[in-house]
């Protein structure tokens, strides 16, 4: 059995802002951060007004499903937009016909007029996903999602109103400079994070390879509270979406760290089919650590568990018309199947383990999810900035509402933590308990399947 560190590691590979880009808001580079990107059609929602069809012609839409992270007013020191009405009225039309209920248009204009401020604005709406980018954000976030970019390489997020880090990547400057997850970051070159925005946090830590990046940590340890800081020098991150193994007893594994890049469904395929050819006898999908990305990957992902026509998710739009996706044609993997999921599995990640569990294509196994139910869109401004509108609301596959409950999982199994491990003791002496579970139940199922 792997130790518990390097299981664990894998995991945590998928959190939540490389810097949730940052998962959540996205997972941006990672974080609870982190985003996905969500191709909704137009027939699904509203719009009105031949300036907008006009502005959507124009506009790639990179339609996302926002991971998992509430995202909180910019800092101060970072003015997106102030004094920029146009833009603001942009931001304006589009909630006005594409937010996911009615909005106060008398409302947003005070808003601005007071402050001078899209955040501000937006924060009207009492809704954490709908978010501005400034150009430099939104240029951030399309790089993060291509999986490569420079910086410390750790997955960040909101946690109880602190900027939290949700995850370090393995091998890189994150992870060798010690931080750990649930570590609060308080202030990042002397910057106080209090109420900072993921988006913003991320555009600190990121920079030019073989910079210095100095962080004050806060972090709980043995009963303890300790601050401390660490300085990380920064390197050229590259994001891994897919990894396997195969596991004693032909279970094969197979960990999706986030639902971006281009190539996530050609490379969980290859590691599909790799397994295959060593006479996988079961399978256990790990996506605890995901804070989610795209929709349409996610439908992909499902479907290559579930019979073709099979419902994935219902989206509900402002109208309260549902439209349903179905499982689609190709290859299906056909052994057994566990799920492994945890607080931090949100968005996409819960669209595929509420489609399998709903279908019984898969036992569940962890602790309760994140509970992101909602459909974000990202549109593109007309100064190179953006903005995340929630346009939707969606339902898993057997019409169930996760927002803000999270998916139960069949088998409720936690993590032992890393202070439970007596004194003086290793790594070694921690198991990943969840993914010990896993396999039980696996093996369970694959001697039902050889009994029938």
Not at 272 to 296: C, H, T, V, W
Not at 346 to 367: C, F, M, R, Y
Not at 399 to 428: F, N, T, W, Y
Request: aromatic share 6%.
């Amino acid at each position: 059995m792997r130790r518990f560190e390097r299981v664990m590691c894998g995991s945590l590979i998928a959190l939540a802002v490389v810097a949730a880009l940052g998962i959540l808001g996205w997972l941006h580079a990672p974080a609870d951060c982190a985003v996905p990107l969500v191709d909704v059609p137009a027939a699904s929602v509203s719009q009105t007004g031949s300036q907008l069809r006009d502005q959507d012609q124009a506009r790639t839409q990179a339609q996302t499903e926002a991971q998992a992270q509430p995202a909180g007013p910019l800092d101060g020191s970072a003015k997106p937009a102030e004094g920029n009405a146009l833009v603001a009225l942009e931001v304006i039309n589009l909630l006005k016909n594409m937010y996911v209920s009615e909005v106060d248009v008398a409302g947003l204009l005070k808003a601005y007029d007071e402050k001078h401020s899209i955040p501000d604005m937006l924060a009207v709406l009492g809704d954490p996903y709908t978010r501005y980018m400034d150009p430099a954000q939104y240029r951030a976030m399309t790089d993060d999602m291509r999986g490569t970019f420079d910086g410390i390489g750790i997955y960040i997020g909101i946690r109880e109103g602190q900027l939290t880090v949700m995850a370090p990547l393995k091998g890189t400057p994150g992870e060798r400079a010690g931080l750990r997850p649930l570590d609060r970051i308080k202030f990042i070159d002397g910057k106080s994070t209090k109420d900072m925005a993921i988006e913003y946090a991320q555009s600190l830590m990121k920079g030019k390879k073989g910079t210095e990046v100095v962080l004050g940590i806060e972090r709980d340890e043995d009963g303890k509270t300790r601050f401390f800081e660490v300085k990380i020098i920064r390197d050229t991150i590259r994001i891994p979406h897919v990894a396997s193994e195969m596991l004693e007893g032909g279970i094969g594994y197979v960990q999706i760290s986030s639902f971006f890049g281009d190539d996530t469904m050609d490379a969980l395929d290859r590691e599909l089919d790799a397994l295959a050819r060593q006479e996988m006898r079961g399978l256990i999908l790990d996506l605890r650590y995901n804070p989610g990305g795209s929709f349409p990957l996610a439908i992909q992902v499902a479907s290559r568990f579930l019979p073709s026509g099979t419902p994935v998710v219902h989206v509900v739009g402002r109208d309260g018309r549902r439209l349903t996706y179905y499982s689609g044609r190709g290859r299906k993997i056909t052994v057994p199947v566990v799920v492994l999921v945890n607080e931090a599995s949100a968005s996409a990640s819960e669209i595929v383990a509420g489609a399998l569990q709903d279908t019984k294509a898969a036992t569940i196994v962890g602790v309760t999810t994140f509970g992101k139910g909602l459909v974000q869109t990202i549109y593109p401004l007309s100064d190179g900035s953006a903005v995340s509108i929630t346009t939707s609301r969606y339902l898993t596959a057997g019409g169930h509402s996760i927002d803000k409950k999270g998916i139960v999982p069949d088998v409720a199994v936690s993590l032992p933590k890393p202070e439970d491990a007596p004194a003086g003791a290793s790594q070694d002496a921690l198991r990943d308990t969840q993914l010990d579970r896993a396999i039980e139940v696996l093996r369970a199922k694959i001697q039902e399947r050889k009994a029938a």
